[in-house]
């Protein structure tokens, strides 16, 4: 039986991935931190390990010890990260800093895999061209703006650069599904009736459902020809924030919504209020400075045709279809009425 390791594993994506691992047969270890919500991981055939990424020295005598007892994993899906953090500083130690003493220590512990798949993001890249909105390209020099994008072009770089194993990088766009807890907050204000966009003008967005997301990552690992190769990861197709909101509408059978545009200004303003809170509060935000710039990107669109091509990637998952298995998931669990 083939085994794998997935880290983040009870995060958002993490939850999909564990359960499609263990769908098709792998041996799943779920790498977690001391402390990580496992209300989402309770199949008895899981195995957990806490990995200590902070101390490079005590991860590479735990992955010593594993490595004795069960072997290398086959397999390492790296999905552990963060993406919003009280100091910026944050994102560097868990994005990137916590990447790259996972690969030293698996290397000094003789534990080094078949495949590592990193999980980045499109923001690593930046943002693209916003005048003939062209595709972000993979030939593209990366030039993120975000603390967060700047953090997993560091990791990304940290990846390429070791000798030790075939890797692969995707960096997936906008990623929604079920128990995601971003795009969620768009949906709830447009089923009270509010939608809101910010920039005068329109953004191209592009999105991935998790499902197909998690498709990607096994097919990225499973074909032995691909290695040492990265990917940009959307559905192909593009939006306008307008559409985003008229297939949140549509979803929602919601008959009305007031549709409301918000002056970059204010919600440079807004975004820089709450981060303020946040500090003060002591607990991270979602809307801060990172946040805006996000926001403040017009064009999301990336390549996806390498990702077709060498991996057969069709997607299952239009938007309209992903937002309506999304809401029924919301509804069922009680975040919408």
């Not at 128990?179 to 009736?193: H, M, N, P, T, W």
């Not at 990172?290 to 057969?312: A, M, S, V």
Request: with cysteine.
């Amino acid at each position: 039986m083939m085994r794998i390791l997935i880290t983040g594993a009870s995060g958002f994506i993490g939850g999909f991935l564990v359960n499609q691992a263990l769908e098709q047969g792998y041996s799943v270890w779920a790498g977690v931190r001391a402390g990580s919500n496992r209300a989402n991981l309770q199949d008895p055939r899981l195995q957990f390990i806490e990995l200590d990424y902070d101390d490079v020295d005590n991860l590479t005598i735990q992955l010593t010890a594993h490595q004795q007892i069960y072997g290398a994993w086959d397999y390492i899906i790296h999905n552990a990260g963060v993406t919003k953090t009280l100091h910026k500083e944050g994102f560097y130690q868990v994005n990137a800093l916590y990447t790259h003493h996972l690969i030293e220590a698996l290397h000094a512990a003789e534990s080094s895999p078949r495949k590592f798949l990193l999980m980045s993001s499109l923001s690593a890249f930046g943002k693209g061209d916003e005048q003939q909105f062209t595709p972000i390209a993979l030939n593209d020099t990366p030039h993120p703006d975000t603390a967060y994008g700047k953090s997993k072009l560091a990791a990304e770089r940290f990846l390429m650069q070791q000798t030790y194993f075939p890797y692969v990088i995707l960096r997936p766009t906008g990623v929604y599904g079920p128990g995601e807890r971003d795009y969620f907050l768009a949906i709830k204000s447009v089923q009270s009736g509010f939608n809101f966009a910010v920039g005068l003008i329109k953004q191209r967005l592009t999105f991935i459902y998790v499902k197909d997301l998690v498709s990607v990552a096994f097919l990225a690992l499973e074909n032995e020809q691909v290695v040492n190769r990265s990917y940009f990861v959307s559905d192909g197709t593009v939006y306008t924030d307008k559409d985003f909101a008229r297939l949140m509408q549509q979803a929602l059978a919601k008959k009305w919504v007031l549709n409301i545009r918000i002056p970059l200004r204010l919600a440079w303003v807004a975004c820089y209020i709450s981060e303020g809170l946040s500090w003060f509060a002591n607990k991270p935000t979602a809307l801060n400075s990172d946040k805006y710039l996000i926001f403040k990107q017009r064009n999301w669109i990336c390549d996806t045709e390498p990702l077709q091509k060498e991996l057969g990637f069709v997607p299952d998952y239009p938007l309209a279809k992903g937002l309506e298995e999304s809401i029924a998931w919301y509804r069922k669990a009680g975040w919408l009425k």
